[in-house]
C-alpha cells in the first residue's frame, strides 16, 4: 500500500471553481507550502494526502481569492463623513483628511481595512497610495493579505498643501526608499509599486520620473486615470491632449500600468490603452456615483482584461460581489438596453474581473486569480446552502448575482488560514474596532471635521 504524502491543508468534499468557468463537485484541494499541489476527486485525494489539516467543504463553493485592484486604505477612518456632501468633496474633505493623517492612523486604518477584506472574501488588493504607506505595509504583514502598495506623489497643483505635495526628485525618492524597504518581504506577499496621484497633480518631469524608476526595478505603475473629465480639461488646454495620448506622448503607458476608473476615456484612447497594455480598473459605485459608465464593453471586444476595485470604504463599505452586480446592471442599462443586448456583460466576464482580471491588473496572473494547480493558494470558501443561493438552476450566475460578503465562510492567503467559519485567525478583530474608533476621533478633531 503506498504511504499517503504530506500536504498542509485539505479541503474535501468542496465545489470548485476552474479557469474555464466550470464548477466541480465533490472535488478536493491539497495544499502545500502555500500553493495548490493537487485538485481532484475528493475520494482520490483523500486517499493520497496525509494533511497536517482538514476542512470540510460541503456545501461551499471554492472561487479563487477575490482582488481589490484599487483601493485606499488609509481612507477607511472617512467612511460615513462623505455622504451627500456637496463639492468638491477632494478639496473639502479628502485633502485635509489626508493631510492630518499620521503613521498611526494609516496602521490602524489598514487594519481595518484589511478585517474587512477578509470577512467580503477579498485576499490581494492595490492601494493607490497616501501618506505613511510603510505603516500600510506594516499592517499587511499583521494580517496575512497580498498588497501591491503605492505612494501617492504629486508635485504640481495649487489645490493640493505642500504637505502632501513633493519636489519631482522628493516624491521619485521616497518611493524608492519604501520599495528598498518593503518590497518582498511576508513571503513575497508585499510588493511596493509606484504610482502618480492624477494628471493634474503631475509635472511631465514626474511623470517620466516615476515611469523610470519604476521600469528599473520592475515594478508597477498605478494611476487615477479619467476619472473625471476635469483630467480632460486639464490636458486639453495645457498640452493639447487628452490625458491618455499625453501620458502616451510621455512613455507612461505600457503593460505594467493599472489604469484606476478609465471612465472619461474616448473610443481612441480605449483602443491606445488596449494596444499598449495598461489594465483598465473600474470602480463601479464610485464611477456612478459622480463620473460614470466606463466603456467596458469595447475594452472587452479589445480583448482586454480588467480589474475591478473598491475605490475604498470613505464611501461605502468594501464588497467585490456587490461591485460586480452594480457594474453588470450599470452595462446592461447604458450599453445593453439600447441594443437589445441581454449578455453584453455576462455573469463570467463580471466575476472574471474581480478574480482574473484583478490579478493581470497587479501583474501576479502567473500566481493568483484562478483555482490551478502551481497556483498559490489564495482562494475563499462561501456557503452555497442560503435560502437566497439555494436551491438553484444555476450555481455561478446565483453565486455573482446574490452573494455577499457574510456568506464567505473560510479565507486562505499563501496556504495560511485567515478566516475560518467566519472567525479571524491571525488579527483580533475586536481590539482593531476599538484602536479604530479612538483614531477616527483623532483625526476628526485634527482635520477639524
Excluded at 483601493?71 to 485635509?96: K, Y
Aim: aromatic fraction near 4%; charged fraction near 25%.
Amino acid at each position: 500500500m503506498n504511504e499517503k504524502r504530506p500536504c498542509d491543508l485539505l479541503i474535501k468534499q468542496v465545489t470548485v471553481l476552474k479557469p474555464d468557468m466550470a464548477l466541480y463537485r465533490d472535488t478536493a484541494i491539497a495544499i502545500h507550502q502555500g500553493r495548490i499541489v493537487a485538485i481532484n476527486r475528493s475520494t482520490l485525494l483523500e486517499e493520497t494526502y496525509r494533511p497536517a489539516t482538514t476542512i470540510d467543504g460541503a456545501g461551499k463553493v471554492a472561487l479563487p481569492g477575490l482582488i481589490d485592484a484599487h483601493t485606499h486604505v488609509c481612507q477607511q477612518l472617512l467612511r460615513g463623513r462623505i455622504t451627500d456632501e456637496p463639492p468638491m468633496i477632494w478639496v473639502n474633505f479628502l485633502v485635509p483628511y489626508e493631510s492630518a493623517l499620521e503613521p498611526e492612523d494609516v496602521y490602524w486604518s489598514t487594519l481595518l481595512s484589511g478585517v474587512e477584506m477578509i470577512k467580503a472574501g477579498i485576499t490581494c488588493f492595490a492601494d493607490a497610495g497616501g501618506r505613511h504607506m510603510a505603516s500600510a505595509a506594516r499592517a499587511v504583514e499583521a494580517l496575512g493579505l497580498r498588497a501591491c502598495i503605492a505612494r501617492s506623489t504629486m508635485d504640481s497643483a495649487t489645490f493640493v498643501p505642500d504637505t502632501m505635495k513633493d519636489t519631482t526628485a522628493g516624491a521619485i525618492a521616497k518611493t524608492e526608499a519604501l520599495f528598498d524597504a518593503w518590497h518582498g518581504k511576508a513571503n513575497d506577499r508585499i510588493h511596493i509599486w509606484f504610482s502618480l496621484r492624477q494628471v493634474m497633480t503631475s509635472t511631465p518631469a514626474l511623470v517620466e520620473g516615476i515611469a523610470a524608476s519604476a521600469r528599473q526595478r520592475d515594478a508597477g505603475l498605478h494611476i487615477h486615470l479619467a476619472e473625471h473629465l476635469k483630467e480632460v480639461e486639464h490636458c486639453m488646454v495645457n498640452y493639447g491632449k487628452r490625458p491618455a495620448a499625453w501620458l502616451d506622448s510621455l512613455g507612461f503607458l505600457g503593460p505594467d500600468v493599472l489604469a484606476a476608473h478609465s471612465v472619461v476615456l474616448s473610443d481612441r484612447e480605449v483602443q491606445l490603452a488596449v494596444e499598449r497594455g495598461a489594465t483598465p480598473v473600474h470602480c463601479p459605485r464610485s464611477n456612478l456615483n459622480s463620473h460614470g459608465f466606463p466603456k467596458t464593453p469595447l475594452f472587452l471586444a479589445l480583448g482586454s482584461p480588467i480589474g475591478l476595485g473598491s475605490d475604498g470604504a470613505s464611501g461605502g463599505k468594501i464588497d467585490l460581489f456587490a461591485e460586480m452586480r452594480l457594474l453588470k446592471s450599470a452595462i446592461q442599462a447604458s450599453r445593453g438596453l439600447p441594443i437589445n443586448d441581454a449578455t453584453v456583460l455576462p455573469v463570467e466576464d463580471a466575476l472574471r474581473m474581480a478574480t482574473a482580471g484583478g490579478a493581470r491588473a497587479v501583474r501576479l496572473e502567473r500566481d493568483i486569480g484562478a483555482l490551478d494547480v502551481g497556483k498559490k493558494a489564495d482562494l475563499i470558501l462561501v456557503d452555497s446552502t442560503a435560502p437566497h443561493l439555494y436551491p438553484t438552476h444555476n450555481l455561478l450566475r446565483t453565486l455573482v448575482m446574490s452573494a455577499t460578503p457574510q456568506d464567505v465562510q473560510d479565507v486562505i492567503v499563501d496556504g495560511v488560514v485567515l478566516m475560518r467559519d467566519r472567525r479571524l485567525t491571525q488579527i483580533d478583530e475586536e481590539k482593531v474596532l476599538r484602536k479604530a474608533n479612538e483614531q477616527l476621533i483623532a483625526i476628526a478633531r485634527r482635520a477639524e471635521f
